[in-house]
């Protein structure tokens, strides 16, 4: 049991593979933490690898000591919800059929977010 989602992190500029960020429990909220995560890392956007890391703490915050219910992979873990695609080089978020520029994504409201998922 769970709500098992994933953020899949790309960009041909800085890594080999797309980077997961998996997360067991925080199904339909995970585009509301990307948002955030989005927010917050504003002046990181060109970079990747600090993006990518700004969006995982915002994921784990809550959580940081916890051994469980969050992981980093080079491939698609265990799915149950739409994966929010962050494209760095665009910057763009990619879910489901939908696509939105970066800024674009954290000026949705938490509702549209949710229903996104």
Known sequence: MGARSNVCVKSKKCF???IYLYSHWDGSD???TLKEALKRGKDRWEDPSYLTRIIFSEMIKNDV?????YGISNHL???EYNILYVDTDSQTI???YKSFSF???IDLDSR???RLM
């Not at 000591?65 to 219910?69: E, I, R, S």
């Open 65 to 69: 000591d916890g051994l469980t219910g």
């Open 16 to 18: 080999d593979h797309e």
């Open 103 to 105: 800024e674009e994504f």
């Open 77 to 79: 873990l265990d799915n």
């Open 30 to 32: 995970l585009a509301v």
């Open 112 to 114: 549209t977010l949710v």
């Open 94 to 96: 990619n879910v489901g």
